[in-house]
């Protein structure tokens, strides 16, 4: 029995790694004669909101990407069911890449920001931003960087956003109750 499982968990491992999440092959070649490498999966290629190729092909973010902290401000407007907010996620990365990722849902992004910080957590150097797209079907928001960035080092991505209070019990959603006195809060 514990050698079966030990060869399902093996199975599943060497799965994950054989097929892992990786960028969309943006060329027009292998995009438009539908070919790809034999030994790797089909992938049907995404738009991004603006109607070009969305570059990344999973609903998972990249393994190399290493969160440390989140710091979250969200300012309700329970009148008008409204919400303005901003992110600032400080990550590291362990490969160099030219691109960060980050899962939205139903938001507007307004603006963001990526700068690599100094010692001490202070802000450093800003990275520019040479494009960014969103993914609706597989919530994601994907920013191209003008240059790398790279290993050993941390990044701080500074996002405003913006959203609206909804009843579908998914995100910032409103919800209401009764008292028992009847009273509706």
Not at 78 to 93: I, K, P, Q, Y
Not at 112 to 123: D, I, K, P, Q
Not at 144 to 149: D, E, G, H, P, T
């Amino acid at each position: 029995m514990i050698v079966c499982t030990i060869i399902i968990i093996a199975d599943i491992v060497a799965i994950a790694f054989v097929y892992p999440p990786h960028h969309a092959d943006t060329s027009n070649t292998a995009a438009a004669n539908g070919s790809a490498d034999d030994e790797s999966p089909s992938v049907k290629p995404l738009l991004s909101t603006t109607g070009k190729l969305f570059p990344w092909t999973s609903i998972r973010l990249p393994a190399e990407f290493k969160p440390v902290s989140y710091e979250l401000f969200i300012h309700p407007n329970l009148s008008a069911f409204h919400f303005d907010g901003n992110v600032t996620m400080t990550f590291t990365v362990s490969k160099t890449t030219d691109f960060v990722l980050f899962h939205v849902k139903t938001l507007n992004i307004t603006s963001y920001e990526l700068f690599e910080t100094s010692v001490g957590g202070r802000t450093g150097d800003r990275v520019n931003v040479v494009e960014a797209l969103e993914c609706i079907k597989l919530e994601l928001f994907h920013l191209k960087l003008a240059s790398n960035i790279l290993p050993n080092r941390t990044y701080q991505l500074r996002v405003e956003f913006s959203g609206m209070l909804t009843d579908r019990l998914t995100g910032f959603y409103r919800s209401s109750y009764k008292t028992q006195s009847g009273e509706k809060r």
